[in-house]
């Protein structure tokens, strides 16, 4: 199963599994899970360090490194994702998790997310 993990589930993946959720972390440990990130997560990452938050505190460079030494594919953003964001219903107005969300849709990656907002989305998109 191809897997796309929301920003939060990266940062935990990579530096604090522990806040993991369970179902999460079994997706994840899966054989059967193909893991994937999206070059946006990297992008909201340097933006919101960037802005002083503190749940964002890590370098990016570091994290996308971590990542594909880990064996998740990288995702880049595309125009395609870009125009099918007009098509997503005004459920969640953060640009970053709309542009998972036509990402997931258009290459048919289930998008995990911890986040309820994000989870009412119709199509690919599973929260843990």
């Known amino acids: ?8 589930l990266l ?5 604090q599994p522990d806040r993991l959720p ?3 972390r079994a997706l994840i440990d899966s054989p059967e899970s193909e893991l994937f990130f ?6 909201e990452v340097v933006i919101k360090r960037g802005l002083g938050r503190k749940d964002f505190q890590v370098d990016a460079r570091l994290l ?7 064996g998740y594919g990288e995702l880049p953003v595309g125009s395609e994702h870009v125009v099918a964001i ?12 709309r542009v998972l969300v036509a990402q997931a849709q258009v290459e048919g990656i289930t998008l995990l997310t911890v986040d309820p907002v994000v989870a009412q989305y119709p199509g ?4 843990v």
């Open 22 to 24: 369970d179902e999460a």
């Open 64 to 70: 996308r490194r971590g990542l594909l030494d880990n």
């Open 11 to 15: 940062l935990w993946a990579a530096g």
């Open 38 to 43: 999206s070059a946006a997560s990297i992008w």
């Open 124 to 127: 690919p998109v599973r929260a």
């Open 86 to 97: 007009e098509s997503l219903p005004s459920i969640h107005k953060d640009p970053f998790d």
């Open 1 to 8: 199963m191809k897997l796309l993990l929301d920003t939060h």
